[in-house]
C-alpha cells in the first residue's frame, strides 16, 4: 500500500469515528441541555391584599420552602400564639392579632396540592381563620373560615374553591393545586379569641379536585 493511500484510508476511518460519535452523543447531549435546573428561584414576598392592618409584616418574614419531603407525617410545622382578637361580621378588625407566614413550594413535579392545616385546643371558644394569598398577585388564592363551633370537620363548599374544612380548633385547606416554585403568603387570623397556642402544619400531597 502506497503511503498516500495510507493516509487517506486514515482520514476516511477518522470521519467515520466522527460521524459515530456525533450519533452516539448527541441524543445524551440533547438530554442534558434539556434537564431541569435545580431549584426554584428566590419568591420575593409582597403585601397581599388581606383587610388585615398588619401585612407589612410579611415583607419582614423569611421564606421557608415546602418540598415533596414534607408529607403528611413528616410536616413542615410552624409553632405560635395568638393574643386576644376580635373581628366584627363585616371582617373588620376590632382588636388584631394577626401571622404570616411566607412558603414556596419546590417539587419535582411541575404541579402538586397543598395542605396547610391550622390547629389550636380542640374545644369551642376560639374562632380563627386561614387565607392563602398568591405571592405574585397579592390576591386571595383560597382559604377556609368556618365558625369552628362544630365537632365535625365541615367543607365550606365549591364557593370557597371546594378546599375550606373547618371544626373546633381546627381550619384546613387540603391538596390545593399549585405550581412548582410558587410562592405563598399563609395568614393565621384570629377572628375572635382570648388567645390560643397554634400549630400550623404545611405539606405537598395529592391535588384534591373542587365539590
Known sequence: M?????????SVIASAALIVGAFTAGPADAKK???????CATFAPIEPNSPSGETAEVLEQPV?????????EAP??????????????TQDPIQEDTVFFNIQVDSANPETGLYVFQEWAKQ???????YVWDGATGEEATHSGSSNVTPVPIS????????????????????????DCAGFTV?????????????????LGEQVAPE
Do not use: C
Not at 162 to 178: C, H, K, N, R
Open 2 to 10: 502506497s503511503k498516500q493511500r495510507s493516509i487517506r484510508t486514515l
Open 156 to 179: 365550606e363548599g365549591s364557593n370557597i374553591h371546594g378546599q375550606g374544612t373547618g371544626a373546633w380548633g381546627l381550619e384546613s385547606v387540603s391538596g390545593f393545586p399549585v405550581l
Open 76 to 89: 413542615l410545622v410552624f409553632e405560635y400564639e395568638h393574643g386576644p382578637a376580635l373581628w366584627s361580621i
Open 187 to 203: 395568614e393565621s387570623r384570629a377572628f375572635s379569641t382570648a388567645g390560643e397556642s397554634m400549630t400550623m402544619s404545611i405539606w
Open 33 to 39: 441541555k434539556k434537564k431541569k435546573p435545580a431549584g
Open 124 to 130: 369551642p371558644g376560639s374562632d380563627m381563620d386561614l
Open 64 to 72: 421557608v420552602k415546602v418540598t415533596d419531603e414534607h408529607t403528611e
